[in-house]
């Protein structure tokens, strides 16, 4: 049994499953704090300082200064975390988007460098041309 489960933890397929879940891990704080830090502040400053987050249609109850005041008071629309969580998936996808596309370019050139010929194909190009002259 210890036997099969150390064939089944060290198959190649779950070490690059475990990989690829860490790294993914560490590449999603990465983009969270692309989000945060960076493209947030900058919306931010485009938008007067608004905090998305707060914003809400109170439907019923006595007019509300907070969204957590409207909520205890009745039915409340709390729309503007919706719009910070929209807006956060936007960048997200775009970030994405450019790192795939980054990496698809690198893929290219990788494949377009062609490898140098091996010394049997240079050998039978001379032979095979050669034998055309005769």
Avoid: H
């Avoid at 490898?115 to 050669?130: F, G, H």
């Amino acid at each position: 049994m210890l036997k099969e489960f150390k064939e089944f933890a060290l198959k190649g397929n779950m070490v690059d499953l475990a990989i690829g879940v860490i790294i993914g891990g560490a590449f999603g704080k990465l983009v969270e704090s692309i989000v945060a830090d960076i493209f947030m502040p900058i919306i931010g400053l485009l938008t007067g300082g608004i905090d998305f987050s707060n914003l809400y249609i109170q439907l019923s109850g006595a007019p509300a200064p907070t969204l957590t005041a409207a909520r205890e008071a009745g039915a409340t629309i709390a729309y503007g975390n919706f719009v910070t969580l929209l807006i956060n998936f936007l960048i997200i996808a775009w970030v994405l988007f450019i790192v795939v596309k980054a990496m698809n370019r690198f893929k290219q050139k990788e494949a377009a460098v062609e490898p140098a010929p091996k010394k049997e194909e240079i050998l039978l190009t001379e032979i095979r041309d050669l034998l055309a002259k005769r």
